[in-house]
Each structure stands twice: as C-alpha cells, then as structure tokens.
C-alpha cells in the first residue's frame, strides 16, 4: 500500500465506525432523554408496517401498538384476560350483545375522554372496506359486519352503539363465547376523532398520534427504532415503572444476539438456533422458552396449477416433511411437530390430526410416493415449482431442509425464493406468481376459532384461496351454538375437514423463546407471548 493511499483508508475507517453509531446507538447515547428517565431496550424482529390500529398486521406492529393503546379488555403478565379499557362487562342471556361499562378516569394522551363513541369509531373504522384491514373479518359475528365488509351496506349499520359516554353496546349476528377476548386486540382499539379529522393518513406519525395507551409515540426512524414516552394522562400512570420505551427493529438474530450480550437491549425478540444449546449454558438465568399459541407452516397457491386440483400432491408433498428431524435438528429450540392446524393448549378445545399422525416416517414416506405417481409425476417427470420464503436465516434453514426432503423422497425439484417480507405477502396475495409460500399464524386470542377462521373462505387471512362450503358451514354453525362442548366437536370436525383437503401444510408449533435481563422484573411467561411494557420495571432503576 503506498503512503499517498493511508490517509484515504483511514477517512473511510473512521467513517464506517461514525456511521455504526449512527445506525446501532447504544444505550444512553440519546441526548434528548431525561438524565434519570428509566429506559427499556427491546428487540423487534421487523419494522412495523403501520401503527395504525386497524391497518396494521404483524405481530411485531401488535407488540409496539399494546403499548400505545388499549382495548376494552386487556391481559395480566402471566395471560390472564382482564378488564382494560372497560371495567366490566354483561352479556345477553341469549348470547346476542355485550354491554361494556367504560372507565370513566380514561383519557387519550391530548386530555380528552376515552368515550365509547371512539370505540365505535374504531370498530367501524376496522370493518369499512375502505380501510382494507386484514383482521377486518374478525368482527363477522357482529351484526351487518358481513354485508358491510361486501359493500352491500354502510359502515355506520355495524351493530355497535354508544348508549351513553361510558357505555358501549355490540349486538352480534350469532352467539360469539370468544368476543371478549377478541376485543383486546389492537385492531379493535378505539380512535381518536379529532386526531384523524385533522391528520387523516398522518395521525400515526410522532408529534400526531394520540394514544389511549400506557405509552406515546415519541420518536421513529423507518427500519431503526420506534420510541416511546410514558403517556402522563393514562389512567394507570401512577402504576407505570418505564418511562421510555425503545423498540429495536433488529431482523438479523445473530446482531440482535451481539447486541444483547453488549447490554443494549434488555428483551430480545428471539434466539438464533445456531446459538441455542450454547445460550442455555451461557444465560440460564436469561433465557426464556414457553409453549407459544402459533404455527409455522407452508401454504399452496390453490387458485393456480399445480395445486389447484390436486389433493395426491399437496398430501404427498406434506406427509414427505420429516418434522421429527425439523424440530430436532434443523430448529432445536423446543418446537413440537404439527400434525394438526390449532395448536395444543387451546382453551376448551383437542385439535383433530392428520390422518398419518401416527404413522413411522418411512411408512408416510412410502404413501407419499405413491400420491406422487398417482398426482402424475416420477423421476423422468419431476414436480418443480417455486417456494417463496421471506429473508432471515431460520427461514432460509427450514427452506433448504424441506427442499432437500422433497427431492430425497419424491424427486421433486424446488427453486427457493427469498423475499423481503412486504414483498412476498404482496405475491401471495396477488396469487399470481406463488406457487408455495412460507407464512405463520399467531393466535390473537385463546380460541380455536381464531386458528380455524384463517382459512375461512373469503377471509383476508385465508392465504392459500382456500373454499370449502362444508368447512364453513361447521364453522358457522360451532358459532352459533352457545354449548360449549357441542362447539368444541364442530370446530373439531371442521379442523378434521381442512387437514383431508392439504391447503396448508403445517411444519411445527412455535415456543416463544427470549432472552429477558434479570434487571427486568414483572415479566410472565405466557401462551399468547404477550409483554406489555407498563406490566416491567428494572431492578436497577430502584
């Protein structure tokens, strides 16, 4: 290297490491924060793409929006359903409406009064098919939701009523056992009016959002940090140990990881599997694995060949996937194989299985063969198509297994497609160019109808174009039966209908997996993985 090129290199060292501080800041490097503000690092996994309530989707957007909001009923640290934005709550002997007493001591972050005509808003706001929201079909029970959500009525006909300033009142269609639960979700989180009269699409930017929660929006860079401020007019303040909260979004495991070992970051969103057994040494203490309410599966693309029509393949291609092996070595952090679409630990509820559960992995291998030849395909005529996964090392590890599976067992030939995430949901939704697609499901509340409903026909949840008039029909009539335990053999049997038909293919069922400081305390495991912030303190903000 010649002498004239040094001075060169160094400009550009030094640059490199301005610009890590710059995209990486470590804790305390905020100016701006109060010198003794008790501040709560934790990791977000991927940028929200909205923290508007009724247009956001993902669960990385629901963990920054429960601290910003509040429903009419919320849950404790340890996953109890608890009164919220409402303080009690009757229904109907006929099962048909809910009346919810609103606290009167609630205030939106402006100073104005949480009334039950911004809940109303909000609940009209998330079924108006203007506002395209994905959990728009949650509210089907209500009444006129369906025949809103079609355009074939108006929004203000939804069954859903202010009787007085703290009363609300929502007539429903059918009897709904899970309504209250459903009502703690941030897509039915009520809506400032004043706020949206005057900002419209911008009244979730900082310095606009008004907020009913714990928390305000305080600052956001895109793809950095969201952070938040303690919302001094929330009705239990006084009760709130954090005054900032910073959400990392951190999509790389082994950078959220490093960052957590350097004391950045107080919660972590996951754990790298590469790392596991190795983190169960080095943080005992820290790591946090507890049964998860989610699955993890891989959908078909129903609308087009060459799974349209083909139940041989879609079935052969499923019972191909060693998920033993998946969950054993490829994954390893406790998953457990899914052999059925609603996940253990359901409320009230056994999930139906595939009918091969029980079956060795050599014998579901050698049905599986045989599907292959009768669907058409053998070693001269290989199946291929194209299976699109969004960008982070787990997925890619899964990908690449089930691809080696599928050739080993079958001979199918799969190209594997990494995407950004907003960019394969937006294929999956157009089904034109998706053949296969990796995706999830989270439960929002403890209930089976909030697994099977994902596949209802219609639903904007309903990724694969799954249509079954029988399944719909047992889900329909489970709604509509206030026994709870004729409900459970409906839903049963529905979940035994949609696992013969193989529109998805679920691989396992999620743990949630952390690593929590022991300076945070208050924290609860719990099957939902739900962690407010205002439920943390720090120990050493004692």
């Not at 080993?408 to 394969?424: C, K, R, S, W």
Request: glycine share 6%; hydrophobic share 40%; aromatic share 10%.
């Amino acid at each position: 290297m010649s002498f004239f090129r040094r001075p060169l290199v160094l400009v550009c060292l030094l640059a490199a490491v301005a610009l890590a501080f710059i995209l990486y800041p470590r804790l305390g490097d905020q100016p701006d924060l109060p010198v003794d503000a008790v501040v709560l690092d934790r990791a977000l996994s991927s940028d929200p793409e909205s923290l508007d309530p009724q247009r956001a989707r993902s669960t990385q957007a629901a963990d920054v929006l429960r601290d910003l909001g509040e429903g009419l009923a919320g849950y404790s640290a340890t996953g109890e359903l608890i009164p919220a934005g409402a303080v009690s709550w009757t229904a109907a002997d006929d099962g048909l409406s809910y009346r919810f007493n609103l606290r009167q001591d609630a205030r939106w972050s402006n100073g104005d009064s949480v009334t039950a005509g911004d809940y109303v808003l909000g609940l009209k706001r998330l079924v108006d098919p203007a506002t395209a929201a994905f959990y728009a079909g949650q509210l089907g029970a209500v009444l006129n939701a369906e025949a809103i959500l079609k355009g074939d009525m108006p929004r203000d006909a939804l069954g859903v009523e202010a009787i007085d300033e703290h009363t609300l009142e929502i007539r429903l269609e059918r009897p709904t056992p899970y309504l209250v639960a459903l009502l703690t979700h941030p897509s039915t989180f009520p809506v400032n009016a004043k706020s949206l009269d005057e900002s419209g699409e911008l009244m979730t930017e900082p310095g606009r959002l008004v907020s009913n929660g714990a928390y305000v929006l305080d600052q956001r860079t895109a793809n950095s940090v969201v952070q938040l401020r303690r919302n001094e007019n929330y009705w239990n303040n006084a009760n709130t140990a954090i005054d900032v909260v910073r959400h990392h979004v951190i999509t790389e495991e082994m950078a959220e990881l490093n960052r957590f070992r350097a004391g950045e970051l107080h919660i972590t969103s996951n754990v790298p599997p590469d790392a596991f057994e190795q983190l169960k040494q080095e943080y005992a203490d820290e790591l946090r694995v507890y049964p998860y309410l989610g699955v993890y599966y891989y959908g078909f693309n129903l609308t087009k060949p060459p799974f349209q029509d083909d139940l041989p393949l879609r079935q052969a291609l499923s019972m191909a996937i060693d998920r033993e092996t998946l969950v054993e070595k490829i994954i390893g952090r406790g998953e457990l194989p899914a052999y059925s679409w609603v996940p253990p630990g359901i409320e009230n509820y056994e999930p139906a299985q595939f009918s091969y559960a029980s079956l060795t992995q050599s014998e579901r291998n050698s049905i599986a063969r045989s599907l292959y030849a009768q669907a058409g395909y053998s070693e001269e005529n290989p199946l291929r198509f194209e299976l699109r996964y969004n960008t982070s090392d787990t997925q890619q590890r899964i990908a690449l297994a089930v691809q080696s599976m599928w050739k080993d067992v079958l001979g199918a030939e799969v190209t594997l497609i990494n995407e950004e995430f907003q960019v394969m949901l937006a294929n999956i939704r157009e089904r034109e160019i998706t053949q296969a697609f990796r995706s999830s499901w989270i439960g929002d509340f403890n209930d089976a109808q909030n697994f099977l409903g994902v596949l209802e026909p219609g639903a904007p949840s309903n990724m694969p174009g799954y249509d079954n008039q029988e399944y719909l029909e047992l889900l329909r009539n489970a709604s509509s039966n206030m026994d709870l335990e004729r409900r459970s053999l409906l839903l049963k049997e529905a979940e035994r209908v949609m696992l013969a038909d193989h529109p998805v293919v679920p691989l396992y069922f999620y743990v949630s997996k952390h690593l929590v400081s022991t300076d945070v305390m208050g924290w609860g495991d719990n099957l939902l993985d739900y962690h407010y912030s205002q439920h943390l303190s720090l120990k050493t903000a004692e």
